[in-house]
């Protein structure tokens, strides 16, 4: 802020859609110039100033009994694996029948993140989804972890369901604005 009182502007770099900034934040296409980046992921361009937005959701599903700990290591590679920041991420969301998983809600928990549950039903209205065998078997929808991202950031899948030995993990980017209706900014 101190570079925008002296200078009467700041470049920032955005990696998300934003709403209309004053005209002395001025937008610019490339990282290596912006001042301030607003970023989902964790390394945009070195040692710049970076907000990271909450506006990923990660669907999640999971093994019965499936400890905090593995869905942590699940969630800790994927955000290594694609550059995620874990800051960026404002919820979960899986399927209703988890709303009880104790690994689950400790994860949630831990890491201060709502999640959002979504009946087989609900799921099985998203379109345009490659169908899971095993989810189907398990759970009567047709998959959780892309589904409930998708239908939990009213946006569009970032990464496609990723497995690991209990977990499933997707991750779906909010459109703006980037808060789910009923939750708060």
């Known amino acids: 802020m101190a570079r925008l009182v002296n200078n009467g502007r700041l470049t920032v770099f955005s990696e998300v859609e934003l709403p209309q900034w004053p005209a002395d934040f001025v937008m610019t296409d490339t990282p290596a110039e912006a001042e301030l980046l607003i970023a989902i992921h964790q390394e945009v361009a070195g040692r710049r100033p970076q907000l990271h937005p909450r506006c990923l959701v990660a669907g999640i599903g999971c093994n019965r009994a499936t400890p905090a700990t593995a869905i942590q290591q699940a969630f800790a590679e994927l955000c290594r694996t694609h550059n995620l920041a874990p800051a960026a991420f404002r919820n979960l969301a899986s399927i209703?029948?988890?709303?009880?998983?104790?690994?689950?809600?400790?994860?949630?928990?831990?890491?201060?993140?709502?999640?959002?549950?979504?009946?087989?039903?609900?799921?099985?209205?998203?379109?345009?989804?490659?169908?899971?065998?095993?989810?189907?078997?398990?759970?009567?929808?047709?998959?959780?972890?892309?589904?409930?991202?998708?239908?939990?950031?009213?946006?569009?899948?970032?990464?496609?369901?990723?497995?690991?030995?209990?977990?499933?993990?997707?991750?779906?980017?909010?459109?703006?604005?980037?808060?789910?209706?009923?939750?708060?900014?």
């Open 96 to 185: 209703d029948l988890k709303n009880d998983e104790k690994g689950l809600l400790e994860f949630a928990g831990q890491n201060r993140y709502p999640i959002d549950f979504y009946t087989k039903d609900e799921l099985n209205q998203v379109p345009d989804l490659i169908a899971s065998a095993a989810a189907m078997k398990a759970t009567g929808a047709q998959g959780v972890a892309e589904p409930a991202a998708l239908l939990s950031s009213n946006g569009q899948l970032i990464i496609g369901k990723q497995k690991w030995q209990d977990v499933t993990l997707a991750v779906a980017q909010a459109g703006w604005p980037w808060s789910a209706p009923d939750r708060a900014a």
